[in-house]
T-cell receptor, first 119, second 110 residues
Framework: GAGVSQTPSNKVTEKGKYVELRCDPISGHTALYWYRQSLGQGPEFLIYFQGTGAADDSGLPNDRFFAVRPEGSVSTLKIQRTERGDSAVYLC?????????????????FGPGTRLTVL | GENVEQHPSTLSVQEGDSAVIKCTYSDSASNYFPWYKQELGKGPQLIIDIRSNVGEKKDQRIAVTLNKTAKHFSLHITETQPEDSAVYFCAASRDYKLSFGAGTTVTVRA
């Protein structure tokens, strides 16, 4: 398929461990977003990449969270010293152009998410 | 930042009836309003969106209306079918960051 893919689909880890979550955006999409969705809530913005650079990381909850996109395609969200409160579904989305640009396509297409459980 | 409120949190309708979900937003600079449908275990799927220069948009059984003055927008689903059962989210944005409502669980009774 040509949609956004995320791996793994489920990740169970122990408190204090390090985890990496991967996102493959739609081919050709320059903008990539990470959101976090807690149970019974809407997604919350974490970080936005335009190309290789993080244009806005204001949604990252603290310095245990970090994300990279070294070649402007695949992105990895990294969480250090995981805590039980980090348990959530982590969603990745991509769009062909970033929002706000005149005439830009603003539709964000989401992947299936990674369900992270911290025991 | 933007604050989006969504009502109701749950909605049960008889098959064939209409469903309406309402959202309000706080940031008057928001100019893009998408609606997403999320099924269990899946990511949100964009079903319709509207920009601030348009008051209404329709796509088959789905329509969205926007009142910029009152800062609210609504999703209307007509002739509901069992496959419309899902969680629906509204969102608002002024740039690239989507701010979501808390979601509405829609159940269509056969």
């Amino acid at each position: 398929g040509a949609g956004v893919s995320q791996t793994p689909s489920n990740k169970v880890t122990e408190k204090g461990k390090y985890v990496e979550l991967r996102c493959d955006p739609i081919s050709g999409h320059t903008a990539l977003y990470w959101y976090r969705q807690s149970l019974g809530q809407g997604p919350e913005f974490l970080i936005y990449f335009q190309g290789t650079g993080a244009a806005d990381d204001s949604g990252l909850p603290n310095d245990r969270f970090f994300a990279v996109r070294p070649e402007g395609s695949v992105s990895t969200l990294k969480i250090q010293r995981t805590e039980r409160g980090d348990s959530a579904v982590y969603l990745c989305a991509s769009s062909s152009t970033p929002g706000g640009l005149a005439g830009g396509r603003r539709e964000q297409f989401f992947g299936p998410g990674t369900r992270l459980t911290v025991l | 930042g933007e604050n989006v409120e969504q009502h109701p949190s749950t909605l049960s309708v008889q098959e064939g009836d209409s469903a309406v979900i309402k959202c309000t937003y706080s940031d008057s600079a928001s100019n893009y309003f998408p609606w997403y449908k999320q099924e269990l275990g899946k990511g949100p799927q964009l079903i319709i969106d509207i920009r601030s220069n348009v008051g209404e948009k329709k796509d088959q059984r789905i329509a969205v209306t926007l009142n910029k003055t009152a800062k609210h927008f609504s999703l209307h689903i007509t002739e509901t079918q069992p496959e419309d059962s899902a969680v629906y989210f509204c969102a608002a944005s002024r740039d690239y960051k989507l701010s979501f409502g808390a979601g509405t669980t829609v159940t269509v009774r056969a």
